[in-house]
């Protein structure tokens, strides 16, 4: 079969090494892929968001499922577009995406079917968010509406900072169009853990639980980024947990969206908070999680085509995940000053030497592939991932390979999957 893999990051690797050990799998293209990729898979220099060039790309070369893996070409429309060309897609299509391209439509949702989160407050206005800020209590958390690579969020400690966080966002428009709307919400304060889900809009089958580490410094300290490392399963994802959140989020989630003639196939990820208060929605996304699919693929013992097919064909009702026991931690080396500027085209030493490592996987972020040669050429570089009997022992294979690579200003957390 032929797939063609529609982004460029660790996630995407991810999913490509994971078809690869498939049997039903013949050949993989990626738009646009990146150095790691470009080991495993024909890379093609269409960017994400080239709806038109990738449909003329799938249509020339017969490509029998197009994997959709990245948020923005799904808020656009990439699915609806192949398929009304006869072409087949995995992932949502534009309406299903506005859960997670549009966090007031995520919240108007949550709010009409009491599904838990925190309170929160839509502006389009950046002088009735200021006015609001005025009156309320701290920390409160800003976020732009749309879509901003997981940095359009702001926890901020008091009114001048929450005022500072809606001028960036709603006037120097720091992540674009995304920003002409703003949420304000309530802060809250727990264990956050991530489930991901395959759904075909009836059936669930909730992946195993996972969490990543946003913040760029240990401690979960200094600006949010897209993922500093992740690990699963979460310790604090209980069976009783489990429980409360697929009654009361994850079913609720999916009945909805249906009603709302946002039908959801594909993979539907759910950003939790385990507060006091019970478990509360932080955030949707219509899309496998980075770097929580590097932790996630690496267990999951079925052939990930077949569950893709029941996706789309809405038959997921016949399918059983089966997974592998151990756990696994993903550790990313970033390049230095990520997630504010960075400079790039440093080569990455100590790659070759990680294929004698037993059960860890490099996947490439921000790379290129010259010749034999691998080189930076982003914020997030490599996510390095290890399995093991426990979380710690992941771990420290993982921390094992990372010493073995390096690149010019290679940066890392050393507190990944750490108990704290
Ligand atoms: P989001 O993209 O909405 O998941 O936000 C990114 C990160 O900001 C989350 O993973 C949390 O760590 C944090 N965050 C978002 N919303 C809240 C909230 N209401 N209270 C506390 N932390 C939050
Ligand atoms: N790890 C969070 C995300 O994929 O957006």
């Not at 024909?42 to 799938?58: P, V």
């Not at 249509?59 to 429309?77: C, F, M, R, S, W």
């Not at 920390?139 to 702001?154: R, S």
Request: with cysteine.
């Amino acid at each position: 079969m032929k797939i063609l893999v529609v982004g460029g990051g660790g996630r995407e690797h991810a999913i490509i090494w994971k078809l690869k050990q498939g049997k039903r799998t013949a050949k993989v293209f990626c738009a646009p892929g990146n150095g790691g990729i470009a080991s495993l898979a024909t890379c093609i220099d269409y960017k994400a968001t080239d709806i038109e060039n990738i449909i003329k790309f799938a249509k020339n070369e017969g490509i029998d499922l197009t994997i959709v893996a990245q948020d923005d070409p799904l808020a656009l429309g990439m699915v609806d577009a192949l398929e009304k060309e006869g072409l087949r897609a995995f992932g949502p299509n534009k309406a299903a995406a506005q859960i997670e391209a549009s966090k007031s439509f995520a919240k108007g949702l949550m709010k009409k079917n009491a599904i838990p989160t925190a309170a929160y407050e839509v502006f389009d206005d950046a002088k009735a968010a200021k006015a609001y800020l005025a009156g309320c209590t701290f920390p409160i958390v800003v976020k732009a509406d749309g879509l901003a690579l997981g940095k359009g969020v702001f926890i901020c400690d008091n009114a001048a900072e929450a005022v500072k966080a809606v001028e960036n966002i709603m006037v120097a428009k720091a992540f674009g169009k995304a920003g002409d709307r703003i949420i304000v919400e309530e802060f809250l304060s727990g264990h956050e853990v991530s489930v991901l889900v395959f759904t075909d809009g009836k059936t669930v089958l909730p992946m195993e639980s996972s969490q990543d580490h946003k913040r760029v410094f240990d401690f979960d300290q200094g600006p949010n980024t897209g993922g500093m490392g992740a690990f699963s399963p979460s310790p604090y994802y209980t069976a009783e947990v489990e429980k409360e959140t697929i009654d009361k989020i994850i079913m609720p989630t999916v009945r909805a969206m249906a009603l709302e003639d946002c039908l959801f196939k594909g993979v539907l990820y759910f950003g939790l908070m385990l507060t006091k208060k019970g478990v509360k929605v932080l955030e949707y996304n219509a899309r496998f999680g980075d770097p929580e699919t590097q932790v996630i693929l690496p267990r999951l013992k079925n052939e990930l085509l077949d569950v893709m097919d029941a996706v789309i064909d809405g038959r997921l009702d016949q399918i059983q995940l089966e997974w592998d026991s151990r756990a696994a931690v993903c550790v990313i080396m970033a390049s230095a000053g990520y997630p504010g500027q960075y400079q790039k085209g440093f080569e990455v030493m100590g790659l070759d030497t990680i294929a004698m490592l037993e059960d860890v996987m490099v996947f490439h972020a921000g790379t290129q592939r010259e010749g034999e040669q691998i080189f930076t050429s982003g914020g997030r570089v490599l996510g390095v991932t290890a399995l093991g009997d426990t979380l710690r022992l992941a771990a420290d294979k993982a921390y094992t390979a990372v010493q073995r690579l390096s690149f010019e200003g290679a940066y890392f957390r050393k507190d990944i999957a750490m108990e704290r």
